[in-house]
């Protein structure tokens, strides 16, 4: 995969779909690689008309780590102290358009997962003008009320990282199996192989502090929200234990005009057999900016189990699936 020269730092980066089409940002979250945004997945935006660039957040993946330094102090920061943040969610935002500054794309549309939706959100605050439209996914404004994770969730964020392969692999099917889901489980075969797949292209954990700080000690984004005036989509799991869905509810009534999908049994993840409606769901918010997807024959997946009746507020456009 690329790697280029972004915000000072280097970001590992890969794209899909014809460079002439409008591009989408994805971003990913907390502790995630670029392959958590799934190649078939990336391949069905694509489908639809979008040039997709997906990368490697800093201190994920293979995109350089902050390892140098004072390491932040998650007690504090919890505590309400946010001064041992190596740095913040607006930081993560320079490098998204430090990206994109790279690749020589003046606008984008952008949709970003759990902290990516942070990150999509902050760009969308500072940088209005960067962008075409926003997709905002199982993420939250930040104002310390909405959006608080379950207690078993919580646990997994502050417990400490595994040592060696197979208790990193054990960690990450474990970890899946609380933020997966429940009306999605993905097979167990299928899991670990993503697990393992991720494990083996960086096995660095370390960064996962770091990047948490950052969203501690960031402030509430809510009154930059308000001022948003790109078509927004704001997509929630209702089954989501790590940001629960009043996160996604804060943000939508937060941005004038949002579009709200809150999709019932989805947890804190990107279920395959929900990858039509989501495809879809990004495809009608980013139409709203004047652009007109490719409509393709038939599906980019496949997705028999997904109907309308399981979507309690459709975004525009889902009427239309593919």
């Given at each position: 995969?690329?790697?280029?020269?972004?915000?000072?730092?280097?970001l590992e980066y890969e794209t899909f779909g014809d460079p002439q089409n409008p591009t989408l940002l994805l971003v990913m979250g907390l502790g995630m690689q670029l392959l958590g945004w799934r190649r078939d997945l990336c391949e069905?935006?694509?489908?639809?008309?979008?040039?997709?660039?997906?990368?490697d957040n800093r201190d994920s993946g293979l995109s350089d780590f902050l390892d140098q330094g004072p390491q932040p102090d998650l007690r504090a920061l919890i505590g309400g102290d946010p001064s041992s943040a190596p740095y913040l969610v607006r930081d993560l935002s320079l490098d998204a358009l430090g990206l994109l500054d790279a690749l020589?794309?003046?606008?984008?549309?952008?949709?970003?997962?759990s902290m990516g939706g942070m990150i999509a959100q902050q760009v969308a605050i500072d940088q209005p003008g960067r962008l075409l439209s926003l997709s905002s996914i199982m993420s939250m404004p930040g104002d310390g009320s909405s959006g608080q994770p379950t207690p078993e969730a919580m646990a997994l964020l502050l417990s400490p990282r595994p040592q060696g392969r197979e208790a990193a692999i054990e960690r990450g099917m474990?970890?899946?199996?609380?933020?997966?889901?429940?009306?999605?489980?993905?097979a167990e075969s299928s899991l670990r192989a993503h697990v393992i797949e991720a494990y083996e292209r960086s096995s660095r954990s370390d960064g996962f502090g770091r990047q948490l700080a950052a969203i501690l000690a960031s402030p509430d984004r809510t009154p930059g929200l308000r001022e948003v005036t790109l078509p927004t989509l704001v997509l929630h799991g209702t089954a989501d234990p790590l940001i629960q869905c009043s996160g996604g509810e804060?943000?939508?009534?937060?941005?004038?005009?949002?579009?709200?999908?809150?999709?019932?049994g989805m947890g804190h993840n990107l279920p395959e057999q929900l990858w039509p409606v989501?495809?879809?769901?990004?495809?009608?918010?980013?139409?709203?900016a004047g652009w007109r997807p490719v409509r393709p024959g038939r599906p980019?997946?496949?997705?028999?189990?997904?109907?309308?009746?399981?979507?309690?507020?459709?975004?525009?456009?889902?009427?239309?699936?593919p």
């Open positions: 995969m690329p790697r280029t020269k972004a915000n000072g730092i280097e069905g935006f694509a489908a639809r008309g979008f040039q997709v660039v997906r990368y020589g794309i003046e606008r984008a549309h952008i949709a970003g997962v474990h970890t899946w199996r609380v933020l997966g889901s429940p009306d999605y489980p993905e804060a943000t939508a009534a937060a941005v004038p005009g949002a579009e709200l999908l809150l999709l019932p989501i495809i879809e769901a990004v495809t009608a918010n980013a139409a709203k980019a997946v496949e997705c028999p189990a997904v109907g309308l009746p399981a979507v309690e507020r459709p975004a525009v456009g889902l009427r239309q699936l």
